[in-house]
């Protein structure tokens, strides 16, 4: 394993650092401003991604791009270093045509898609010109477990006929979301991992409802993280991603690479948040001393530095293991970075936060808003508990395996 970054690649992390500081950075205020005066998407938006794509950062986070899509081609284990540098700011990644869920739903298009949904919805989305969402989650069932999806797709005909609730669906609010990947059960009686299936839902179709945009620790996304309720919602059958019975491992292929590009954003973030913690306690001074010399906060900036390398490490061996072996390969990797590093971009923001004091806490800084998005990643993409119990299923189903080798072949050594 190699994860040194190539001269490409320190090409790519110096152009992305020069495009945030000249032209993100300097707009943080104003995307503030305008989104609290009811203004969303920002009226910069859009120049904003025309300019990344003028200068070639455009849909870094796909590798598979046809010749004729737009896009840099990057691997993974590319690609993760310059998501770092877009976690900085929370909003980001959409002018480099990055953001979640949309990279998911390209992802899951450019897999599945037949030609005329390609032409139909993943070309927009490629050139940033629409924005999707992907409804799987549900009120009243433990969505972590796809198995228990209730929201049902009932052929009629030539069509499907989707009735069910889902939440906490990213994008729904927005403006140009132009499309839902829904996943339901087309087949109930199946056996439990074929009863799934996704189709494509236009915004617009009669039946689809925004209930309500509901707030993360009652912070408010302009985006959306949305209550949808589906009535009676009719799409003709061509609608259908996949194959019948496909929806589960649909699932499967798109939450892989998705936790990985959340993990690497939160890495920014993390780091971010430990380089204001150092010129805060540089420059506050307590008790005839600066915050620094306290051994507290001493701690708190050695053990930051340990925990952001560390995760930093383990996420490059993951997208090193996705690009070599594949996501499905890599599921276990991908479990422990889903695990690990919201937990460290929490921690480092709780430490950046207390060492700023009330300000931390206050709109002053950007830490409270990166803090609650590093809570809520404990949740998104399957809570904590549900990845400790994949890793730890698949650690002991490796070493009974290993222990089962070694023990037939303790025992044909007996023989001789």
């Keep these: 394993m190699e994860f040194g970054y190539s001269p490409k690649v320190e090409a790519l992390r110096t152009q992305v650092r020069s495009f945030m500081d000249t032209h993100i950075v300097p707009r943080v205020g104003a995307w503030n401003d305008e989104v609290r005066d009811g203004h969303y998407p920002v009226t910069f938006m859009e120049d904003l991604k025309a300019l990344a794509r003028a200068e070639g950062l455009w849909n870094l986070f796909l590798p598979s791009l046809r010749d004729s899509e737009p896009g840099t081609r990057l691997s993974n284990l590319e690609y993760a270093p310059l998501a770092e540098i877009m976690g900085r700011v929370s909003w ?6 990055c953001n ?3 990279t998911g739903n390209m992802e899951l298009l450019h897999l599945f898609a037949n030609e ?4 139909e919805w993943l070309a927009p989305l490629l050139n940033g010109e629409i924005r999707s969402a992907f409804a799987m989650t549900e009120p009243d069932v433990a969505s972590s477990d796809a198995t228990n999806i209730q929201t049902l ?3 009629e005909g030539d069509d499907y006929v989707i009735n069910g609730r889902k939440w906490f669906i990213t994008n729904a609010a927005h403006p140009n979301c132009k499309l839902f990947i829904l996943m339901g059960k087309t087949d109930p009686n199946a056996e439990s991992h074929r009863q799934q299936s996704m189709v494509l839902v236009p915004a617009n179709t009669p039946g689809v409802e925004i209930v309500r945009n509901i707030n993360i620790m009652n912070h408010h996304s302009p985006e959306g993280h949305c209550e949808v309720l589906f009535r009676n919602v009719r799409v003709s059958r061509r609608n259908l991603l996949g194959t019948e019975g496909s929806g589960f491992e649909l699932a499967q292929a798109r939450l892989g690479p998705g936790r990985i ?5 939160s890495i920014g973030a993390a780091e971010l948040a430990l380089e204001l913690m150092i010129a805060r306690a540089g420059e506050r001074r307590t008790f005839g001393k ?3 010399e306290h051994g507290a906060v001493s701690d708190w900036i050695a053990k930051s530095r340990m925990e952001i390398d560390q995760a930093r490490l383990l996420v490059l061996k993951t997208a090193w293991m996705i690009d070599e072996v594949g996501a499905k390969a890599a599921r276990k990797e991908i479990s422990m970075i889903k695990a690990v590093v919201p937990t460290v971009h929490t921690n480092v923001l709780d430490r950046a936060m207390q060492t700023f004091g009330a300000m931390g806490i206050s709109p002053d800084t950007p830490l409270a808003d990166h803090w609650t998005w590093g809570r809520a990643l404990r949740y998104i993409d399957g809570p904590d508990e549900v990845h400790l119990r994949s890793i730890a299923r698949l650690e002991i189903k490796n070493k009974q395996e290993a222990l089962g ?3 037939t ?3 044909q050594t007996k023989r001789f």
């Design 409 to 411: 072949h303790l025992s």
């Design 153 to 155: 797709i009932s052929p």
């Design 261 to 265: 590009h959340h993990c690497m954003r």
């Design 405 to 407: 080798a070694s023990s």
């Design 100 to 102: 979640a869920p949309d």
């Design 290 to 292: 600066h915050l620094h």
């Design 92 to 97: 980001a990644s959409e002018v480099f045509n």
């Design 116 to 119: 005329e949904q390609r032409s």
